[in-house]
């Protein structure tokens, strides 16, 4: 192997450090903290779809901006992987808001962005698990209560068990 071909398995690397380096010099840094968390916790977790559960401050940091970074570090991390480079390039796509997710972001490649109808048949498919997930959820709380395990909601008080402030983010 001569130095070109070891630079050129270095580069991910690089554009990866660099990255986070210029996202340090740039964004405010309790962003930064909370995003650097966030990113911890998914490689941790082996990647995917994490569920994050946020208190009001963190809600709060847990910007449109700072989303649309932590899936461009994850495509760069992905590209990381030998046969995966290209995931550098990916970008983030606004899915737009269905009937149950709503502001949902993805990173896909260029042409997958470009493609308003595969955007929207991504977006029908997020929602249609949002829509599954939200209706287990109520049939899990529904048995814990049945059974005993939960106690009956107050009167009046709002049962909605979607108020913690975090989303999934794929």
Same mark, same amino acid.
């Given at each position: 192997?001569? !130095? !070109?071909?070891?630079?050129?398995? !270095?580069?991910?690397?690089?554009?990866?450090?660099?990255?986070?380096?210029?996202?340090?010099?740039? &964004?405010?840094?309790?962003?930064?903290?909370?995003?650097?968390?966030?990113i911890r916790m998914? @490689? #941790?977790?082996? /990647?995917?779809? *994490?569920? $994050?559960? &946020?208190?009001?401050?963190? %809600?709060? $940091?847990?910007?449109? !901006?700072?989303?649309?970074?932590?899936?461009?570090? &994850? /495509?760069?991390?992905? @590209?990381?992987?030998? =046969?995966?480079? +290209?995931?550098? +390039?990916? *970008? *983030?796509?606004?899915?737009?808001?269905g009937e149950h @997710? %709503? /502001?949902?972001?993805?990173?896909?490649?260029?042409? *997958?962005? @470009?493609?308003?109808?595969?955007?929207?048949?991504?977006?029908? #498919?997020?929602?249609?698990?949002?829509?599954?997930?939200? %209706?287990?959820?109520?049939?899990? #709380? /529904?048995?814990?209560?049945a059974s005993g395990?939960?106690? #009956?909601?107050?009167?009046?008080?709002?049962?909605?068990?979607?108020?913690?402030? =975090?989303?999934?983010?794929?």
């Amino acid at each position: 192997m001569n !130095d !070109d071909d070891s630079h050129a398995e !270095d580069l991910p690397r690089l554009r990866l450090g660099l990255y986070i380096e210029s996202l340090r010099a740039r &964004m405010p840094a309790p962003q930064y903290r909370l995003l650097m968390d966030v990113i911890r916790m998914w @490689a #941790e977790n082996g /990647g995917g779809t *994490v569920r $994050l559960r &946020m208190d009001e401050e963190e %809600r709060e $940091l847990f910007t449109r !901006d700072v989303q649309r970074e932590m899936l461009h570090i &994850m /495509g760069l991390i992905g @590209a990381l992987r030998p =046969g995966h480079e +290209d995931r550098a +390039d990916h *970008v *983030v796509a606004d899915l737009g808001d269905g009937e149950h @997710a %709503r /502001g949902a972001l993805t990173l896909v490649p260029p042409e *997958v962005a @470009a493609d308003p109808e595969r955007l929207r048949t991504m977006r029908d #498919e997020l929602d249609a698990k949002a829509d599954r997930r939200k %209706r287990d959820e109520a049939a899990v #709380e /529904g048995i814990a209560r049945a059974s005993g395990m939960l106690p #009956e909601p107050e009167p009046g008080a709002d049962t909605d068990s979607g108020g913690d402030g =975090g989303g999934e983010r794929a």
